[in-house]
Protein backbone atom coordinates (compact mmCIF):
# COMPACT_ATOMS: atom_id res chain seq x y z
CA UNK A 1 0.00 0.00 0.00
CA UNK A 2 2.86 2.22 0.37
CA UNK A 3 4.41 2.11 -2.80
CA UNK A 4 1.04 2.25 -4.15
CA UNK A 5 0.25 5.94 -2.64
CA UNK A 6 4.10 7.42 -2.54
CA UNK A 7 3.89 6.79 -6.58
CA UNK A 8 0.36 8.96 -6.34
CA UNK A 9 0.99 11.19 -3.74
CA UNK A 10 1.65 14.69 -4.68
CA UNK A 11 4.37 17.24 -3.21
CA UNK A 12 4.75 20.57 -4.02
CA UNK A 13 8.15 22.10 -2.84
CA UNK A 14 9.40 25.91 -3.64
CA UNK A 15 11.53 25.98 -6.63
CA UNK A 16 13.41 29.90 -6.88
CA UNK A 17 15.04 30.72 -9.94
CA UNK A 18 16.52 33.73 -10.19
CA UNK A 19 14.12 35.24 -12.76
CA UNK A 20 11.35 37.35 -12.53
CA UNK A 21 7.71 36.17 -12.12
CA UNK A 22 4.77 36.07 -14.00
CA UNK A 23 2.15 35.04 -12.72
CA UNK A 24 -2.08 34.67 -12.74
CA UNK A 25 -4.36 36.09 -9.72
CA UNK A 26 -7.01 34.25 -7.86
CA UNK A 27 -9.01 36.33 -9.10
CA UNK A 28 -8.68 36.64 -12.95
CA UNK A 29 -10.18 40.06 -13.60
CA UNK A 30 -7.72 41.50 -11.16
CA UNK A 31 -4.59 40.05 -13.29
CA UNK A 32 -3.02 42.67 -15.12
CA UNK A 33 -2.88 45.21 -11.77
CA UNK A 34 -1.56 42.73 -10.02
CA UNK A 35 2.01 43.10 -11.53
CA UNK A 36 2.63 46.19 -9.75
CA UNK A 37 5.66 46.12 -7.04
CA UNK A 38 5.73 42.84 -7.25
CA UNK A 39 8.65 40.43 -7.24
CA UNK A 40 6.03 38.11 -9.17
CA UNK A 41 4.57 39.23 -13.19
CA UNK A 42 1.88 37.55 -14.88
CA UNK A 43 1.43 37.40 -18.65
CA UNK A 44 -1.62 36.52 -20.65
CA UNK A 45 -1.45 34.41 -23.61
CA UNK A 46 -4.26 33.61 -25.64
CA UNK A 47 -7.58 33.25 -24.39
CA UNK A 48 -7.27 32.14 -20.96
CA UNK A 49 -3.67 30.59 -21.22
CA UNK A 50 -1.82 32.70 -18.30
CA UNK A 51 1.64 32.15 -16.80
CA UNK A 52 3.42 33.39 -13.98
CA UNK A 53 7.10 33.99 -12.91
CA UNK A 54 8.64 34.89 -9.83
CA UNK A 55 12.26 35.95 -9.17
CA UNK A 56 14.17 33.90 -6.46
CA UNK A 57 17.25 33.63 -4.59
CA UNK A 58 18.65 29.33 -3.35
CA UNK A 59 20.89 28.04 -0.59
CA UNK A 60 22.16 24.97 0.15
CA UNK A 61 22.14 23.10 3.37
CA UNK A 62 23.35 20.35 4.38
CA UNK A 63 20.67 17.10 4.98
CA UNK A 64 23.77 14.30 5.96
CA UNK A 65 27.01 12.90 4.97
CA UNK A 66 28.09 16.20 3.10
CA UNK A 67 24.95 16.03 1.14
CA UNK A 68 23.34 18.94 0.73
CA UNK A 69 19.53 19.92 -0.32
CA UNK A 70 18.46 23.37 -2.35
CA UNK A 71 15.77 25.69 -0.26
CA UNK A 72 14.63 28.22 -1.80
CA UNK A 73 13.49 31.72 -1.35
CA UNK A 74 12.30 35.12 -1.31
CA UNK A 75 11.87 38.36 0.88
CA UNK A 76 8.88 40.92 0.03
CA UNK A 77 9.76 44.59 -1.52
CA UNK A 78 10.55 47.17 1.07
CA UNK A 79 11.92 47.66 3.88
CA UNK A 80 11.09 44.67 6.55
CA UNK A 81 9.22 45.43 9.62
CA UNK A 82 11.50 45.70 13.26
CA UNK A 83 11.75 42.38 13.66
CA UNK A 84 12.10 41.30 10.32
CA UNK A 85 10.27 39.50 7.59
CA UNK A 86 7.28 37.13 8.52
CA UNK A 87 7.76 33.93 6.99
CA UNK A 88 6.29 31.11 5.26
CA UNK A 89 7.79 27.59 4.86
CA UNK A 90 6.12 25.75 1.79
CA UNK A 91 6.47 21.93 1.59
CA UNK A 92 6.24 20.31 -1.97
CA UNK A 93 4.25 17.53 -2.63
CA UNK A 94 5.61 14.20 -4.60
CA UNK A 95 7.78 14.46 -7.03
CA UNK A 96 6.70 17.97 -8.00
CA UNK A 97 8.97 20.38 -5.98
CA UNK A 98 7.54 24.05 -5.84
CA UNK A 99 7.96 26.29 -8.64
CA UNK A 100 8.37 29.83 -8.83
CA UNK A 101 6.73 29.99 -12.94
CA UNK A 102 3.87 28.34 -13.59
CA UNK A 103 1.62 27.92 -16.52
CA UNK A 104 -2.32 27.58 -15.93
CA UNK A 105 -1.99 24.04 -17.28
CA UNK A 106 0.32 22.49 -15.19
CA UNK A 107 -1.01 19.67 -13.51
CA UNK A 108 -2.53 19.68 -9.64
CA UNK A 109 -3.09 23.00 -9.90
CA UNK A 110 0.30 24.12 -9.69
CA UNK A 111 0.13 27.57 -11.26
CA UNK A 112 -2.27 28.28 -8.11
CA UNK A 113 0.57 26.57 -6.03
CA UNK A 114 2.68 30.06 -8.02
CA UNK A 115 -0.04 31.88 -7.36
CA UNK A 116 0.18 31.31 -3.67
CA UNK A 117 3.96 32.64 -3.59
CA UNK A 118 2.64 35.77 -5.04
CA UNK A 119 0.31 36.38 -2.74
CA UNK A 120 2.46 35.61 0.37
CA UNK A 121 5.21 37.86 -1.16
CA UNK A 122 2.73 40.73 -1.95
CA UNK A 123 1.02 40.49 1.71
CA UNK A 124 4.24 41.02 3.59
CA UNK A 125 5.49 37.45 3.90
CA UNK A 126 9.18 35.71 3.15
CA UNK A 127 9.23 32.94 0.94
CA UNK A 128 10.95 29.49 1.70
CA UNK A 129 10.58 26.21 -0.07
CA UNK A 130 13.06 23.76 1.09
CA UNK A 131 13.36 20.56 -1.09
CA UNK A 132 12.59 16.89 -0.16
CA UNK A 133 15.30 14.59 -0.23
CA UNK A 134 16.05 13.88 -4.76
CA UNK A 135 13.15 15.82 -4.90
CA UNK A 136 10.85 12.71 -4.30
CA UNK A 137 8.94 13.21 -0.95
CA UNK A 138 8.81 14.01 2.80
CA UNK A 139 10.03 11.52 5.15
CA UNK A 140 7.04 12.15 7.60
CA UNK A 141 5.09 8.89 6.66
CA UNK A 142 6.82 6.59 4.33
CA UNK A 143 9.86 5.99 7.19
CA UNK A 144 7.60 5.99 10.43
CA UNK A 145 6.69 2.65 10.47
CA UNK A 146 10.03 1.57 10.09
CA UNK A 147 12.66 5.07 11.52
CA UNK A 148 11.92 7.09 14.47
CA UNK A 149 11.83 10.60 12.82
CA UNK A 150 14.62 12.30 14.60
CA UNK A 151 16.90 10.11 12.96
CA UNK A 152 15.66 11.19 9.34
CA UNK A 153 17.47 13.47 7.22
CA UNK A 154 14.64 15.19 6.94
CA UNK A 155 14.53 16.06 10.73
CA UNK A 156 18.36 16.85 10.53
CA UNK A 157 17.61 18.88 7.01
CA UNK A 158 14.55 21.25 8.64
CA UNK A 159 16.24 21.53 11.42
CA UNK A 160 19.08 23.28 9.93
CA UNK A 161 16.22 25.03 7.91
CA UNK A 162 14.78 26.75 11.18
CA UNK A 163 18.18 27.57 12.55
CA UNK A 164 19.21 29.53 9.24
CA UNK A 165 15.88 31.42 9.86
CA UNK A 166 16.90 32.24 13.22
CA UNK A 167 20.79 33.43 12.29
CA UNK A 168 19.82 35.87 9.32
CA UNK A 169 20.84 33.27 6.51
CA UNK A 170 17.65 34.29 4.66
CA UNK A 171 18.03 37.75 5.28
CA UNK A 172 15.90 39.93 8.06
CA UNK A 173 13.41 37.22 9.10
CA UNK A 174 11.35 36.87 12.33
CA UNK A 175 12.08 33.51 13.63
CA UNK A 176 8.83 33.96 16.09
CA UNK A 177 6.41 34.19 13.17
CA UNK A 178 6.86 31.14 11.18
CA UNK A 179 3.84 29.55 9.33
CA UNK A 180 3.91 26.48 7.03
CA UNK A 181 1.84 24.83 4.45
CA UNK A 182 2.26 22.28 1.93
CA UNK A 183 0.13 19.78 -0.22
CA UNK A 184 -0.34 16.33 -0.06
CA UNK A 185 3.18 14.77 0.89
CA UNK A 186 4.03 18.53 2.16
CA UNK A 187 0.59 18.66 3.41
CA UNK A 188 1.23 15.85 5.88
CA UNK A 189 5.00 17.52 6.46
CA UNK A 190 3.09 20.29 7.52
CA UNK A 191 1.29 18.18 10.08
CA UNK A 192 4.74 17.38 11.37
CA UNK A 193 5.86 20.91 12.27
CA UNK A 194 3.26 20.46 15.09
CA UNK A 195 4.77 17.19 16.24
CA UNK A 196 7.92 17.05 16.11
CA UNK A 197 8.85 21.11 15.83
CA UNK A 198 6.70 21.71 18.71
CA UNK A 199 6.52 25.90 19.36
CA UNK A 200 8.35 26.81 16.33
CA UNK A 201 5.56 27.65 14.35
CA UNK A 202 2.24 30.19 14.27
CA UNK A 203 -0.42 28.56 12.20
CA UNK A 204 -0.14 26.08 9.52
CA UNK A 205 -2.71 25.59 6.56
CA UNK A 206 -2.84 21.78 5.41
CA UNK A 207 -3.64 21.40 1.45
CA UNK A 208 -4.83 18.13 0.34
CA UNK A 209 -3.41 16.24 3.00
CA UNK A 210 -4.14 14.86 6.59
CA UNK A 211 -1.95 13.93 10.04
CA UNK A 212 1.69 13.96 9.82
CA UNK A 213 1.90 9.56 9.67
CA UNK A 214 -1.60 9.13 7.59
CA UNK A 215 -0.71 8.28 4.03
CA UNK A 216 -3.56 8.19 1.01
CA UNK A 217 -6.65 5.81 3.15
CA UNK A 218 -3.99 4.67 5.81
CA UNK A 219 -5.06 6.91 8.72
CA UNK A 220 -5.61 6.88 11.84
CA UNK A 221 -4.54 10.11 13.88
CA UNK A 222 -3.84 9.33 17.12
CA UNK A 223 -5.96 9.90 20.11
CA UNK A 224 -3.65 12.81 22.08
CA UNK A 225 -2.43 15.58 19.74
CA UNK A 226 0.69 18.21 21.23
CA UNK A 227 -1.41 20.75 23.67
CA UNK A 228 0.56 23.55 22.13
CA UNK A 229 -0.58 22.41 18.38
CA UNK A 230 -0.57 25.55 16.20
CA UNK A 231 -3.95 26.74 14.50
CA UNK A 232 -4.54 24.68 11.68
CA UNK A 233 -6.91 25.65 8.48
CA UNK A 234 -7.50 22.48 5.94
CA UNK A 235 -8.54 23.13 2.28
CA UNK A 236 -9.13 20.12 0.27
CA UNK A 237 -11.59 18.54 -2.40
CA UNK A 238 -14.62 16.71 -1.84
CA UNK A 239 -13.09 14.22 -5.10
CA UNK A 240 -10.01 13.41 -3.68
CA UNK A 241 -8.99 10.27 -4.31
CA UNK A 242 -5.39 9.91 -3.39
CA UNK A 243 -6.20 11.66 -0.09
CA UNK A 244 -9.88 10.84 0.88
CA UNK A 245 -11.09 13.94 2.55
CA UNK A 246 -12.45 12.05 5.47
CA UNK A 247 -9.24 10.98 6.33
CA UNK A 248 -8.76 15.16 6.68
CA UNK A 249 -12.16 15.69 8.33
CA UNK A 250 -10.71 13.05 11.21
CA UNK A 251 -7.83 15.27 11.98
CA UNK A 252 -10.03 18.19 12.12
CA UNK A 253 -12.35 16.52 14.47
CA UNK A 254 -9.45 15.64 16.76
CA UNK A 255 -8.44 19.06 16.98
CA UNK A 256 -11.77 20.20 17.94
CA UNK A 257 -11.75 17.45 20.62
CA UNK A 258 -8.91 19.03 21.30
CA UNK A 259 -10.52 22.39 21.98
CA UNK A 260 -7.44 24.01 18.99
CA UNK A 261 -8.39 26.34 16.62
CA UNK A 262 -9.09 24.80 13.51
CA UNK A 263 -10.95 25.70 10.30
CA UNK A 264 -11.81 23.62 6.65
CA UNK A 265 -12.92 24.42 3.63
CA UNK A 266 -14.05 21.92 1.24
CA UNK A 267 -14.11 22.17 -2.78
CA UNK A 268 -17.10 19.69 -3.70
CA UNK A 269 -16.32 19.81 -7.44
CA UNK A 270 -12.56 19.59 -7.03
CA UNK A 271 -9.64 16.31 -6.23
CA UNK A 272 -6.18 16.16 -5.24
CA UNK A 273 -5.09 19.97 -5.81
CA UNK A 274 -4.02 23.29 -4.99
CA UNK A 275 -7.58 25.24 -6.15
CA UNK A 276 -7.57 28.97 -7.10
CA UNK A 277 -9.09 29.97 -3.71
CA UNK A 278 -6.51 28.63 -1.91
CA UNK A 279 -4.20 31.80 -2.22
CA UNK A 280 -6.31 33.82 -0.46
CA UNK A 281 -7.57 31.60 2.19
CA UNK A 282 -4.08 30.46 3.22
CA UNK A 283 -2.87 33.98 3.53
CA UNK A 284 -5.67 35.17 5.13
CA UNK A 285 -5.80 32.54 7.74
CA UNK A 286 -2.43 33.75 8.38
CA UNK A 287 -2.86 37.28 8.85
CA UNK A 288 -5.25 36.39 11.86
CA UNK A 289 -2.21 34.49 13.57
Known amino acids: MKNTYTTHLFLMAFTFTSAQCYGSSALETSLTNSNLKSHCQIEQGNFTDYSISCSYQSVYIEANAGIKREVKYQLPIGEPPARGWPVVVIYQGSFFPVEFQRNKADPFG ?65 SQQKYATGISSGGYNTSRMAVSFSGEFRALAIQSASYATCLGPACLVPQSLPSNHPPTLFIHGALDMIVPVWTMKQYYNRLIDHSIHTEKWINPYKGHAWFKESPEKIVDWFNRF
Open 110 to 174: GFYEAMLIKHLLDSGYAVLAPRAAINLAWQTNALSSATPYHLTTDYQFLSRVLMGIQQGLFGPLN
